[in-house]
């Protein structure tokens, strides 16, 4: 079937939110929203512009719509919730909530008619401008760049080997639990703009299996639903899987390729009305 708009998502989105306790993971409202509209796996994967697919894509819209008209809320840690009128409400007009963005946008446009104004901004920000500039990279300097970010991550002997035939190894290094245990990993990087499938994983596993404890994935695009269910495939060896959205707040969080200025300015107060929506 084909994805539905955003302003379709808008009831299925508060459902989901709703069936999984009020708040929840990007990651575990795609699930949600995708079982209750029981969308299949090729509905999933169909891509859009960038590194989103077209699901994925729309779903943000229609998370900044419905937090603009103060049905949910989102934290600093990425995790979405209802707010107290969202507890209250169970389906909305999808007209009324764009005409009340569209008028708040009229408004922002005639009060800044010199700055461009994007509407989905809090969600997709620098991060989009980053992992542009990282598609960008060739691939040996992408290669060179997982490495680096894997050495930040703790890992050492962290080499490229970037060998033609070796199953679509790239590298491997090793990380140390303590100051005894350690294991070896191999790690894979896929600078794609599309969505990472199930075969990729398996013919990763196939090579690394008896020569390594510990298998990365790596990419600047997404894995499908397939493709993270084989990572974690019973009987097989687990693979962790990296994708775009991870990889740039890695680059973020270790300050590579990014200047981040805090300001801390502390000023608490309690919202007793938000406990009460429990």
């Not at 993971?25 to 929203?33: A, G, L, N, P, R």
């Not at 998370?63 to 103060?70: E, I, N, Q, S, V």
Request: with cysteine; charged share 30%; glycine share 8%.
């Amino acid at each position: 079937m084909p994805i539905p708009k955003y302003d379709d998502l808008f009831n299925p989105l508060l459902s989901a939110l709703h069936e999984l306790g009020s708040s929840a993971s990007i990651t575990e409202q795609e699930q949600k929203v995708a079982d209750v509209l029981n969308l299949s796996e090729a509905d999933l994967e169909e891509p859009h512009d960038g590194n989103r697919t077209k699901f994925s894509y729309n779903l943000a819209w229609a998370r900044t719509y419905l937090k603009r008209f103060g049905m949910i809320e989102n934290s600093s840690r990425g995790v979405w919730a209802l707010t107290a009128n969202g507890q209250k409400t169970t389906k909305i007009s999808k007209a009324a909530v764009k005409r009340k963005v569209q008028k708040e946008d009229r408004k922002r446009r005639e009060a800044k008619k010199t700055q461009d104004y994007d509407k989905v901004a809090e969600e997709l920000g620098w991060e989009v401008e980053l992992l542009d500039t990282v598609k960008k990279m060739a691939p040996e300097a992408f290669e060179r760049l997982c490495q680096r970010i894997l050495r930040e991550s703790g890992f050492i002997q962290v080499e490229v080997t970037g060998r033609t035939g070796d199953g679509g190894i790239d590298g491997r290094g090793v990380v140390k639990l303590g100051t005894i245990l350690s294991f070896h990993v191999h790690f894979q990087c896929k600078r794609f703009k599309d969505t990472v499938s199930s075969p990729v994983i398996r013919d990763f596993r196939g090579a690394m299996v008896g020569r390594a404890d510990k298998g990365i994935i790596i990419t600047t695009g997404t894995f499908t639903r397939d493709a993270k269910a084989e990572a974690l495939r019973d009987g097989a060896p687990p693979l962790d899987l990296i994708d775009g959205d991870d990889l740039v707040k890695m680059l973020k969080e270790y300050r590579l390729g990014t200047t981040v200025q805090e300001k801390i300015v502390e000023d608490v107060t309690v919202d007793s009305e938000w406990f009460r929506t429990y």
